[in-house]
């Protein structure tokens, strides 16, 4: 750091400008459990925000204002330590947001999702902050799109859908004249991290690490970890398929006949995929978990999730509603173990290593944390969370429920797996969900002989 720097901190700390606090769990985990550095770009959360209405620069830029001065993550950026980073609070920042006004021949779904790639893939400079940028991009008179990327290291998923909610009760505010601030959040990010140091003491660490320790004793990587030092850089390759209402239907139907939940339904039948796909019969996947069970937070922005190893074993002799009871036993026990992910690799001595994850290669999710549609006469807003993955994994499916259908996205490292591969991955977990739900009886060696 230069001494103008320095002299400019000191004075910051001083005057009470900003505040030093120390990293949060979570946090951690992308300094000391990632195969990549933090600031790499595939660390970059991205959306699109879709807004009705008849909106100005200066409206948008006001309601962005409202939101920086009530979430401190919007202010925060990261002070380098000796041993590790420390969190940087700001009292005051501006909103880091533009409008652009789109020609006609840019207004093609196609061409939006090429400025918005512009806007998702640039680095943030984790010392100087902010950590987000927005740009809406005005359609029409009325129709906008506000590309938000925010870096994972302040945002998890739920926090979109907090920032939705803020942005809209800011930008309420603006078209009624409101002037006075947002409400405070019952509680500050870190206010949650320092209740969670306060929680995990080295007795509560050490009882989680012992269940760890032996459920994934003898575990065994599906794969080799990519070659090379910026193997595992970069963003993810994306494709998607659908999970027609009429199956998705049917799956929920499934998992109710069966005592189990839609995750674990889904888990289940992914983990017979992937056997027949790799030819492994022990998989391991990682889960995140949103760590919001207090109210209190549920209206703060941050990185709060963690991230759950889930273990099957494949027994092809036993039948797959036998196998569901199997995966959702172990699936609620492994989610009440469920310990900061950095301390968990560093109680099993796994660090990441020559681009790979510590523990899994592979991600498994169902984003089912709020994503609300806010709407009143006049203004409406749409969230569409964009999974791009992040580069501590290799493969990543990640399910979002759209009424009845499920949209799976599969995420990728295209120096792996070529794309049909993984479009011949998608439509064998079709056929695995088809056929459970057609006869939930069938024995898992039939089903997987099935799939070609």
């Not at 992914?270 to 069970?293: H, M």
């Not at 196998?323 to 950095?342: D, G, Y």
């Not at 999974?387 to 995420?411: K, Q």
Request: charged fraction near 20%; aromatic fraction near 8%.
């Amino acid at each position: 750091m230069s001494q103008d720097n320095r002299a400019r901190l000191k004075q910051w700390l001083e005057s009470g400008e900003a505040r030093l606090h120390p990293l949060t769990f979570p946090q951690r985990e992308l300094w000391e459990a990632s195969p990549v550095p933090a600031a790499d770009v595939s660390n970059n959360i991205c959306a699109m925000i879709h807004l009705r209405g008849l909106l100005t620069p200066q409206g948008c830029e006001a309601a962005v204002q409202k939101v920086v001065d009530r979430q401190e993550v919007f202010r925060l950026s990261f002070l380098p330590g000796k041993g590790q980073p420390m969190q940087m609070i700001r009292k005051a920042g501006k909103p880091a947001l533009l409008f652009r006004e789109l020609a006609t021949s840019q207004r093609q779904p196609e061409a939006i999702e090429e400025l918005a790639a512009e806007v998702f893939c640039k680095p943030f400079d984790l010392v100087q902050g902010p950590l987000y940028r927005a740009e809406v991009f005005r359609c029409t008179a009325d129709e906008h799109v506000l590309v938000l990327a925010i870096h994972h290291a302040i945002a998890d998923g739920w926090t979109l859908g907090v920032f939705v909610q803020d942005l809209f009760a800011a930008y309420t505010q603006i078209v009624r004249g409101v002037q006075s601030p947002l409400p405070p959040v019952p509680l500050s990010y870190t206010e949650w991290g320092a209740s969670e140091r306060a929680f995990w003491q080295p007795a509560e660490l050490q009882q989680r690490a012992a269940f760890w320790k032996s459920n994934l004793a003898d575990a065994t990587r599906l794969w080799s970890p990519p070659v090379g030092s910026g193997a595992a850089s970069g963003v993810l390759q994306r494709s998607v398929s659908l999970v027609p209402a009429e199956l998705g239907r049917a799956v929920r139907e499934r998992a109710r006949r069966n005592g189990a939940t839609l995750f674990s339904t889904l888990l289940a039948a992914f983990q017979l995929t992937l056997s027949k796909w790799t030819g492994a019969d022990d998989i391991i996947v990682g889960t995140p978990v949103a760590n919001r069970s207090k109210q209190a937070v549920r209206e703060t922005m941050g990185y709060c999730s963690g991230i759950v190893p889930l273990r099957g074993q494949i027994d092809r002799s036993r039948s797959f509603s036998d196998s569901l009871r199997i995966v959702h036993q172990a699936t609620v026990e492994s989610f009440a173990n469920a310990m900061p992910f950095a301390e968990l690799v560093r109680a099993l001595g796994d660090a990441p290593s020559h681009g790979s994850n510590p523990t899994f290669e592979v991600r498994f999710a169902l984003q089912n944390h709020p994503v609300p549609d806010v709407a009143m006469p006049g203004l409406s807003l749409k969230l569409r969370m964009r999974s791009t993955g992040t580069a501590r994994f290799d493969l990543g499916c990640e399910i979002n429920e759209h009424g009845d259908e499920l949209e799976v996205a599969w995420l990728f490292r295209k120096g792996i797996f070529p794309l049909d591969e993984i479009q011949n991955l998608g439509r064998m977990y079709l056929a695995v969900l088809s056929g459970v739900c057609r006869s939930p009886e069938i024995l898992n060696s039939a089903l997987m002989t099935a799939l070609r």
